[in-house]
């Protein structure tokens, strides 16, 4: 008979939390630097996106495939490759001479979006943790009088 454990669950759904909780500060430092024409480097600010990626136990630990699995982390944070807005601003302390700002190409629609999706993202892996948690608890009842 095989042994059942509920920790892991626990755990990765710990490590979606983790994982979404520095998801959706990447996306706040984005909103933040929306407006911000010049970076501690002299440079125009670049969005910032956070990659998933799997976390696997080591080959030699786990012997089923599905015990592999061991949640998710946060593999890297990117710079988005899209170029910066220019928006025509004569005036700025920034502008080129043609009157251009380079703005960071940030738009506060998709990062709502995305922020929107982390928040849903994190409910859900309390939801499964609570729900893990839950089922521990049952099952320490079986057999009491």
Known sequence: MSEISLIPAIDISASGLTA????MEVIANNVANAETTRG???KVFR??????????SDALEAEPEQDRLRGV???????DPRPPDRKYR???PDADSEGYVEL???????????????????EANL???????????RALE????
């Open 20 to 23: 979404e909780k520095t998801r």
């Open 90 to 92: 004569p005036g700025h």
């Open 40 to 42: 501690p480097d002299g």
């Open 73 to 79: 982390e946060v593999r890297d944070i990117l710079e």
């Open 142 to 145: 079986i057999g009491k009088p």
């Open 104 to 122: 960071p190409n940030i738009s506060p629609i998709e990062e709502m979006v995305d922020m929107i999706t982390a928040s849903r993202a994190y």
């Open 47 to 56: 969005r910032r996106e956070a990659i998933f990626a799997a976390r696997l």
């Open 127 to 137: 939801a499964a943790m609570k729900m893990a948690k839950e089922m521990a608890t």
